[in-house]
């Protein structure tokens, strides 16, 4: 049975659907009054169900297409209810996805906090706003609705796919982007303490047959290769602060999966491998936090299924059609359907189940009035809160930095553990409660992703946390079809530059900032490396022309600007045989080649002045076999490696050569990199560092990632070291979520004519043109 007259209790006492829920807000009413025993009052009530036959009504949130939040009662019987509108707040979509005639909601998803009687609500734009729940329909549309923060700012043409959960004990807001991100943060309602607590990887390789069988031209594969690779990426999640556990139900190439883990990020399991297709983007996943089960929606198979917290005891719950959101209390499930017939999508089936299952004479239908499509998120509203200790009241939990639940280890205390999290940018200490800034990470990339390792202070072995220190907006994906090649670094700046085989983009790590340019070239071209003179502002490129075989060495000035997917053209510097590796030593200025020549058959190592001038070949008789550059900017020094994984040295003009005793720990090396007293190397699958004298004190930093019998995590782009100074991070103290988005929002000049009256509200920025 659903919890106890809900709807009504909460509602204007002379709006009510039955005697019996009359009868039990006067119960209520009296027993905080303490007119009436509570044993009396339990008695009473039984009675009243007894004679009456009626089961008590439970409220359900839903948002529709139109825009809006609503509430509305559900029954165990067929009846007609008229929705209150909750939400009042209307963000128009004209500049989103181009045309806003397409029916586009402005709230993506939603959430119930019971503890403060509030929906909290993210609209398409990132924002998270909270609508108190109204009394009546007399004061439903009279209410306005709270901004609490603006989350993230990406543009305009994104429509953001962000699914949120709320933890009311803690009070911290969950949340995935399914916008081919596959992380879990959690942040506060101040927007102040954002954290990044776990990610998914990768699971194997798409088979041959993604492309017929034809695999596209050489000079096209690296828009094609991160496509191989099978994401996994979160869809949906649920949180039971109860037992300080999280359920979290992911996308495998369009099948789904569901995973349980501790709501601090740790102790991620698979339960549940066959959750079913995703449809539509309609992926649910609800608990019932009494009974302890899971209940997802499968479209495909046209049915609710069920199991424990475990993943075991599954079962299926009922058949239903398309079924689209879900929402269980008790032993109440309420669910939507998507059909074609428009007379039918303003409907919610209710049954009331027993052992677990539907009955499908049990089924009752709730008509929505008014309400034209199918509900897509359903949350139902509980009776009252939960009373669950929070152990983060009491100073924080003793956290430095964020407090979150976890389940208990004590089998007497049924109340929630906890344990301590950091801010981007921050890793816990040894003691796990305090967080030490990361002042030194290296940078790579996996599978098309932006990874970080921590250097300082160095990650210890049992601390694997690859993602921990790039936000969503950060964070580059297969979206944009383009196969990262290159990763560098301006420490003056505190910039990041991303080069892909047709984009080039920059990252200011202070304010989040991404400025994108597409790269001039024609469309069979593809940038294949590049270095980065932070003193001149230059970026050296090499591309490879079409099919031909043909190879050019390019330069263009950073812009200062950030504009989105504007061109820069890179000036031809000369033609060059097939390109191996491309690095700058800032503070001379050279700018190293190494080509292999067919004509000699052995690789050749040239260097140049800023701008490409004063070309000269470099004779270095044990370079002859090389196949990829570094610059030693503290020793002033030039490395490089051969195939064989032997690796040498030299001085900036190509003498004083010296060999390390040892060759490279990793077979086939394809990239190196100098920073401080350490030399990393990588190839496709691992990154390992040695002293860069002595080739001693060898670690492995990132390792293989075996994700199938037949595939492993690739790492195809060049490496960066980060360094940081404690001064400079954009999570520090002064960091505010609302604040970051609109610094973004700011740069962006190019989109401030686009709802300007609307977005100065928030971050007046200086030079915004108003309407």
């Given at each position: 049975?659903?919890?106890?007259?809900?709807?009504?209790?909460?509602?204007?006492?002379?709006?009510?659907?039955?005697?019996?829920?009359?009868?039990?807000?006067?119960?209520?009413?009296?027993?905080?009054?303490?007119?009436?025993?509570?044993?009396?009052?339990?008695?009473?009530?039984?009675?009243?169900?007894?004679?009456?036959?009626?089961?008590?009504?439970?409220?359900?949130?839903?948002?529709?297409?139109?825009?809006?939040?609503?509430?509305?009662?559900?029954?165990?019987?067929?009846?007609?209810?008229?929705?209150?509108?909750?939400?009042?707040?209307?963000?128009?979509?004209?500049?989103?996805?181009?045309?806003?005639?397409?029916g586009r909601a402005n709230i993506v998803d939603l959430d119930y906090d019971e503890s403060r009687q509030r929906v909290l609500w993210m609209s398409?734009?990132?924002?998270?706003?909270?609508?108190?729940?109204?009394?009546?329909?007399?004061?439903?549309?009279?209410?306005?609705?709270?901004?609490?923060?603006?989350?993230?700012?990406?543009?305009?043409?994104?429509?953001?796919?962000?699914?949120?959960?709320?933890?009311?004990?803690?009070?911290?807001?969950?949340?995935?982007?399914?916008?081919?991100?596959?992380?879990?943060?959690?942040?506060?309602?101040?927007?102040?303490?954002?954290?990044?607590?776990?990610?998914?990887?990768?699971?194997?390789?798409?088979?041959?047959?993604?492309?017929?069988?034809?695999?596209?031209?050489?000079?096209?594969?690296?828009?094609?290769?991160?496509?191989?690779?099978?994401?996994?990426?979160?869809?949906?999640?649920?949180?039971?602060?109860?037992?300080?556990?999280?359920?979290?139900?992911?996308?495998?190439?369009?099948?789904?999966?569901?995973?349980?883990?501790?709501?601090?990020?740790?102790?991620?399991?698979?339960?549940?491998?066959?959750?079913?297709?995703?449809?539509?983007?309609?992926?649910?996943?609800?608990?019932?936090?009494?009974?302890?089960?899971?209940?997802?929606?499968?479209?495909?198979?046209?049915?609710?299924?069920?199991?424990?917290?475990?993943?075991?005891?599954?079962?299926?719950?009922?058949?239903?059609?398309?079924?689209?959101?879900?929402?269980?209390?008790?032993?109440?499930?309420?669910?939507?359907?998507?059909?074609?017939?428009?007379?039918?999508?303003?409907?919610?089936?209710?049954?009331?189940?027993?052992?677990?299952?539907?009955?499908?004479?049990?089924?009752?239908?709730?008509?929505?009035?008014?309400?034209?499509?199918?509900?897509?998120?359903?949350?139902?509203?509980?009776?009252?809160?939960?009373?669950?200790?929070?152990?983060?009241?009491?100073?924080?939990?003793?956290?430095?930095?964020?407090?979150?639940?976890?389940?208990?280890?004590?089998?007497?205390?049924?109340?929630?553990?906890?344990?301590?999290?950091?801010?981007?940018?921050?890793?816990?200490?040894?003691?796990?409660?305090?967080?030490?800034?990361?002042?030194?990470?290296?940078?790579?990339?996996?599978?098309?992703?932006?990874?970080?390792?921590?250097?300082?202070?160095?990650?210890?072995?049992?601390?694997?946390?690859?993602?921990?220190?790039?936000?969503?907006?950060?964070?580059?994906?297969?979206?944009?079809?383009?196969?990262?090649?290159?990763?560098?670094?301006?420490?003056?700046?505190?910039?990041?530059?991303?080069?892909?085989?047709?984009?080039?983009?920059?990252?200011?790590?202070?304010?989040?900032?991404?400025?994108?340019?597409?790269?001039?070239?024609?469309?069979?071209?593809?940038?294949?490396?590049?270095?980065?003179?932070?003193?001149?502002?230059?970026?050296?490129?090499?591309?490879?022309?079409?099919?031909?075989?043909?190879?050019?060495?390019?330069?263009?000035?950073?812009?200062?600007?950030?504009?989105?997917?504007?061109?820069?053209?890179?000036?031809?510097?000369?033609?060059?045989?097939?390109?191996?590796?491309?690095?700058?030593?800032?503070?001379?200025?050279?700018?190293?080649?190494?080509?292999?020549s067919n004509a000699t058959n052995a690789s050749v190592v040239s260097r140049m002045n800023v701008g490409g001038l004063d070309y000269i070949v470099?004779?270095?008789?044990?370079?002859?076999?090389?196949?990829?550059?570094?610059?030693?900017?503290?020793?002033?020094?030039?490395?490089?490696?051969?195939?064989?994984?032997?690796?040498?040295?030299?001085?900036?003009?190509?003498?004083?050569?010296?060999?390390?005793?040892?060759?490279?720990?990793?077979?086939?090396?394809?990239?190196?990199?100098?920073?401080?007293?350490?030399?990393?190397?990588?190839?496709?699958?691992?990154?390992?560092?040695?002293?860069?004298?002595?080739?001693?004190?060898?670690?492995?930093?990132?390792?293989?990632?075996?994700?199938?019998?037949?595939?492993?995590?690739?790492?195809?782009?060049?490496?960066?070291?980060?360094?940081?100074?404690?001064?400079?991070?954009?999570?520090?103290?002064?960091?505010?979520?609302?604040?970051?988005?609109?610094?973004?929002?700011?740069?962006?000049?190019?989109?401030?004519?686009?709802?300007?009256?609307?977005?100065?509200?928030?971050?007046?920025?200086?030079?915004?043109?108003?309407?």
């Amino acid at each position: 049975m659903g919890h106890i007259g809900n709807s009504a209790c909460h509602a204007d006492p002379c709006i009510q659907h039955s005697a019996s829920e009359s009868t039990s807000c006067i119960l209520q009413r009296l027993l905080k009054m303490q007119q009436v025993p509570k044993t009396a009052y339990l008695l009473l009530l039984l009675l009243l169900w007894t004679v009456a036959g009626c089961d008590a009504a439970l409220s359900i949130l839903f948002n529709a297409k139109n825009g809006a939040v609503y509430h509305v009662p559900v029954n165990l019987e067929n009846r007609l209810e008229t929705p209150i509108a909750v939400s009042n707040t209307t963000i128009p979509t004209t500049h989103c996805q181009g045309d806003g005639s397409l029916g586009r909601a402005n709230i993506v998803d939603l959430d119930y906090d019971e503890s403060r009687q509030r929906v909290l609500w993210m609209s398409w734009n990132e924002r998270l706003y909270s609508s108190q729940l109204p009394i009546s329909n007399a004061t439903g549309g009279n209410r306005s609705d709270e901004l609490l923060f603006w989350y993230d700012y990406y543009d305009y043409v994104q429509f953001s796919r962000r699914r949120i959960a709320w933890d009311p004990v803690g009070e911290k807001l969950y949340s995935v982007d399914t916008f081919w991100n596959p992380t879990v943060e959690v942040v506060d309602l101040t927007g102040k303490h954002r954290s990044i607590i776990l990610a998914f990887g990768t699971t194997g390789k798409w088979k041959d047959y993604v492309f017929e069988g034809k695999m596209p031209a050489d000079v096209e594969k690296d828009a094609f290769v991160a496509m191989t690779a099978k994401q996994e990426l979160p869809m949906d999640l649920v949180l039971d602060p109860g037992t300080g556990v999280m359920f979290i139900r992911t996308n495998d190439s369009w099948s789904s999966r569901i995973h349980r883990a501790n709501m601090d990020g740790t102790s991620l399991k698979l339960l549940i491998t066959d959750a079913g297709k995703i449809v539509d983007d309609s992926c649910r996943i609800d608990v019932d936090r009494v009974n302890k089960r899971i209940y997802w929606n499968d479209r495909e198979k046209g049915s609710i299924e069920s199991a424990d917290y475990d993943g075991n005891r599954r079962l299926t719950v009922v058949k239903a059609a398309n079924p689209v959101a879900l929402a269980v209390d008790g032993n109440v499930l309420v669910w939507s359907q998507n059909t074609t017939d428009p007379s039918l999508r303003g409907h919610l089936s209710v049954c009331k189940l027993t052992d677990n299952t539907c009955d499908p004479d049990e089924i009752r239908d709730t008509s929505l009035s008014g309400i034209n499509d199918v509900p897509y998120k359903l949350k139902a509203v509980p009776d009252q809160a939960q009373q669950i200790a929070n152990p983060c009241s009491t100073n924080n939990g003793n956290c430095q930095q964020i407090c979150l639940l976890k389940p208990s280890t004590d089998p007497i205390k049924p109340n929630p553990s906890h344990g301590c999290g950091c801010k981007i940018g921050y890793r816990l200490s040894a003691n796990s409660r305090d967080c030490e800034p990361i002042l030194r990470y290296l940078v790579y990339e996996s599978d098309n992703y932006l990874r970080a390792r921590s250097l300082e202070p160095l990650e210890r072995d049992n601390e694997t946390r690859p993602y921990a220190l790039f936000p969503s907006q950060v964070v580059d994906n297969v979206v944009a079809r383009d196969q990262l090649v290159a990763i560098d670094y301006d420490p003056k700046a505190d910039k990041m530059l991303v080069l892909g085989c047709k984009t080039l983009k920059q990252i200011d790590l202070d304010d989040n900032l991404r400025g994108c340019w597409r790269v001039a070239r024609n469309s069979s071209d593809c940038y294949k490396h590049m270095a980065y003179d932070w003193e001149s502002g230059k970026v050296y490129t090499t591309k490879v022309k079409g099919m031909n075989g043909e190879y050019e060495l390019g330069v263009v000035d950073v812009p200062s600007g950030f504009r989105r997917f504007g061109i820069v053209v890179p000036a031809i510097l000369r033609s060059i045989d097939r390109p191996l590796s491309l690095v700058v030593h800032p503070k001379t200025g050279y700018l190293y080649l190494l080509t292999f020549s067919n004509a000699t058959n052995a690789s050749v190592v040239s260097r140049m002045n800023v701008g490409g001038l004063d070309y000269i070949v470099l004779t270095i008789a044990e370079a002859l076999d090389a196949r990829g550059l570094a610059v030693d900017s503290l020793n002033d020094r030039l490395y490089w490696f051969a195939e064989s994984g032997r690796v040498g040295h030299s001085d900036l003009g190509g003498n004083d050569v010296k060999v390390l005793p040892v060759e490279a720990p990793v077979l086939m090396p394809d990239s190196i990199l100098v920073d401080r007293d350490w030399l990393y190397v990588k190839n496709e699958t691992s990154i390992w560092r040695m002293n860069k004298k002595t080739g001693a004190d060898v670690s492995c930093l990132v390792p293989e990632v075996k994700v199938s019998q037949h595939y492993h995590a690739k790492l195809k782009s060049t490496m960066s070291v980060v360094a940081r100074s404690p001064g400079s991070f954009s999570y520090g103290d002064d960091y505010q979520i609302t604040k970051s988005a609109c610094k973004v929002y700011c740069a962006y000049q190019e989109f401030a004519q686009y709802n300007a009256t609307l977005d100065e509200k928030f971050c007046k920025c200086p030079n915004l043109k108003s309407d």
